[in-house]
């Protein structure tokens, strides 16, 4: 029996309510777990490497959660509830001289991304009868070693992605002396922008899922420029915090991308591919929105 039958089968007696609660519960004993290994595990002398460590105790806490509950969505919104806690941490910890208008601004823009993707996960989640469909697939392709596969491809890698992507939000928070200019006017409009992308998207996706009939696509409003508007939004708040990373400390130009690049490379070669070849599998009218709608930059729509 796998994972997503055990998944279905646990789950289908937990109303909605339940289930967020049991993910609650969860959560905090991860965290406490994290805080834990802070403040008496061993100092790596090196703030970021501590928040790392803590990061993967909490993230091997939801997986040991993940499988007792039976189902891998137990993850799914620890990718949005970390963060604002990390960079928390990191400010806090924070060399003393750092500039503190520079360190609201980039909390301020986190907090802010983290509440809308959690309630947006929290409303569109069913409970724990659910699960991404992508997760059976993934440990059902792995045979025996869907264990593995559960614990890396599914926890641990999202994790050291996402870890990756708050590496310019950690120097902007940590590299003291440079003051507030411009650039970080620019992140902060890109941020709120980024925030704002992703909510207009959500409301108008789960106002056309109460009403769309059977077989209809998603072509309006944002979706009729792009395809994909909430990944367009997801890259442009982690481009946000590359753009507060280089107003901190233009220096680390040449390593601080790689967050972005591995975000990019997650959602444009395997997120929208999965995603895509779904849709058509299920509404074949969808090639003609292909046809006519960007994947993701956005441009006027074209008539059908």
């Known amino acids: 029996m796998g994972t997503g039958t055990r998944a279905s089968e646990r ?13 609650t519960v969860l959560y905090v004993v991860a965290f406490a777990a994290a805080g834990a290994w802070l403040a008496v595990g061993p100092d790596t002398g090196r703030l970021w490497l ?6 993967l105790v909490a993230t091997l806490v939801v997986f040991a959660g993940s499988r007792f509950l039976g189902n891998s969505s137990c993850y799914d919104a620890y990718w949005s509830v970390l963060p604002p806690l990390l960079v928390a941490y990191w400010w806090v910890a924070a060399h003393p001289d750092v500039d503190g208008l520079r360190n609201g601004l980039v909390v301020g823009v986190v907090v802010l991304w983290a509440v ?25 392709r792995a045979g025996r070693a869907e264990g593995v596969v559960d614990l890396a491809a599914i926890h641990v890698v999202p994790t050291l992605q996402v870890f990756a992507g708050l590496l310019p939000a950690y120097v902007a ?3 003291p002396g440079r ?3 411009w650039l970080d006017v620019v992140a902060l ?13 959500d409301v108008q996706m789960h106002r056309f899922a109460r009403t769309k009939r059977p077989g209809q696509v998603m072509d309006r409003g944002l979706w009729a420029w792009s395809r994909h508007p909430n990944y367009l939004g997801e890259l442009c ?12 400390s233009p220096g680390d ?25 779904r849709s058509l599998e299920r509404r074949p009218s969808y090639q003609e929105v292909i046809d006519r709608v960007p994947m993701l930059l956005p441009r006027p729509p074209r008539r059908a």
Do not use: C, Q
């Open 11 to 23: 789950g289908a007696t937990l109303d909605k309510g339940a289930s967020l609660t049991r993910i």
């Open 50 to 55: 501590d928040g790392l460590l803590a990061d």
């Open 116 to 140: 809308r993707l959690t309630a947006n996960w929290a409303w569109a989640w069913p409970g724990l009868h659910h699960e991404d469909w992508r997760y059976p697939m993934l440990r059902e």
């Open 173 to 175: 928070l940590t590299a």
């Open 179 to 181: 003051p507030v200019g």
């Open 189 to 201: 409009v890109v941020g709120l922008g980024a925030v704002l992308l992703e909510l207009v998207a």
């Open 237 to 248: 708040f982690w481009a946000s915090l590359l753009l507060f990373g280089l107003a901190a």
């Open 253 to 277: 130009w040449w390593w601080m991308p790689i967050g972005l690049v591995l975000m990019s490379a997650m959602f444009l070669g395997a997120s929208i591919p999965m995603m895509e070849r």
